[in-house]
């Protein structure tokens, strides 16, 4: 094969192009501090990193829902313990008024803070958050309890204007979770006893007769009945904070694996990414200097 002057130049003219890409190849990655910033780079690390960043966003999602969740499932503890104490206030109430030795007057006191209590109590079934009620179902931004006059317009009566329904959050691909928000638990309407509307229906009617035997007997029973109904759905509402709470360590567990493999796969080793652009520049500056030895001598050269 013959060597010649025009051979050489093209050789030395496409090794110093390929030791330029080198040395920009560094260097971009020293200003970006990435090891890949466009597709053309290495297309399959690029779309690693796409994933790992499409991952890592909706992991940020699902760690905002299990955040609201939680709080969510907070105010509906509180609720439910200011509604536990109002319950409980009344059975209490309940009992003084089934003693014999209470007269009329002493009863219609003791039906005066009944009725104080309700309120209470119906205020905290209707605490909202986040401008919804908590406890209203999928109809959320109405009042679900209202205490409104019976049929027979003589006393009060709760109703329930909610819906049945639970309200469903996902929290992971393919993990959802219940929230508690099916308010019609609260009317405790399966037994018809103890309906919450007709429970407190029946008592004030008693209070007013000074029926001792029902406040102390059925009434009494069914505010009890009541006490535990509440409590149940408080111990539910619980065991969802609980699974939240795991949930919530588990997306933390995974946002940090998530974060520390994307690193791995796009940020840069500072100090080696630096020595490997020392020795392209070392090599670059080299094929400079040897430029001048392989490329032909031009005209004024010779004139000298």
Known sequence: MRVTNSLMSKNFMRNLNNNMKNVYKYQEQLSTMQQVSRPSGDPLKVSKVLDLNNEIKQNDEYKSTINDSIDFANVQDSALANATTSIQRIYTLTQQAANGTYNHEDRQSIKAEVENEIDTLMDS???????????????????????????????????????????????????????KTDGSVLMNTQEESSDLGTLFNDLLVALDSDDTEKLGGSILNNVDKQINNIVNL???IGATQNRLVAAKDRNES????????????????????YMKYSMEMVSYEASLQMGTKILQNNLLDYIR
Do not use: C, H, W
């Open 125 to 179: 079934f209707n605490t909202s958050f986040g401008g919804k009620y908590i406890f209203a179902g999928n109809n959320s931004t109405t009042k679900p309890f209202v205490k409104e006059a019976s049929v027979e317009g003589e006393m009060p009566k709760v109703t329930y204007k909610g819906t049945s329904d639970n309200t469903s959050k996902e929290i992971a691909r393919g993990v959802a979770v219940e929230m």
């Open 234 to 236: 408080r111990t539910n």
């Open 254 to 273: 995974e946002y940090l694996n998530l974060k520390t493999t994307y690193s791995n796969t796009q940020d840069i080793d500072l100090a080696e990414t």
